[in-house]
């Protein structure tokens, strides 16, 4: 099994940064793909980036260009750099992985609260 563990979340005002970790434990072997969703109040869960293990990232045309996801093999931790913040990026951020050989987010973390003020 994996255990995921999200750290970095908090209040910013519009315009700020903050950065987002994701420390993976367990069965890390078992990891591929890591990746953040969000989930704002009454919204679907929606996927803000991925990375695989060998490094080739993907993110959502909303944060393209503010967000950038990076990762620490030898750490087994996976982060999220989120410059120029909007209020709407406020949302409950989930880390999740891919376990290897599957194509699903099997791995998920407890989820950590961004909330951006105007």
């Known amino acids: 099994q994996v255990q995921l563990v999200e750290s970095g979340g908090g209040l910013v005002q519009a315009g700020g940064s903050l950065r987002l970790s994701c420390a993976a434990s367990g069965s890390t072997f078992s990891i591929n793909a890591m990746g953040w969703y969000r989930q704002a109040p009454e919204k679907q869960r929606e996927l803000v980036a991925t990375i695989t293990r060998g490094g080739s990232t993907s993110y959502a045309d909303s944060v393209k260009d503010r967000f950038t996801i990076s990762r620490d093999n030898a750490k087994n931790t996976v982060y999220l750099q989120m410059n120029s913040l909007k209020p709407e990026d406020t949302a409950i951020y989930y880390c999740?992985?891919?376990?290897?050989?599957?194509?699903?987010?099997?791995?998920w973390g407890q989820g950590t609260q961004v909330t951006v003020s105007s």
């Open positions: 999740a992985a891919v376990r290897r050989f599957t194509s699903t987010w099997d791995y």
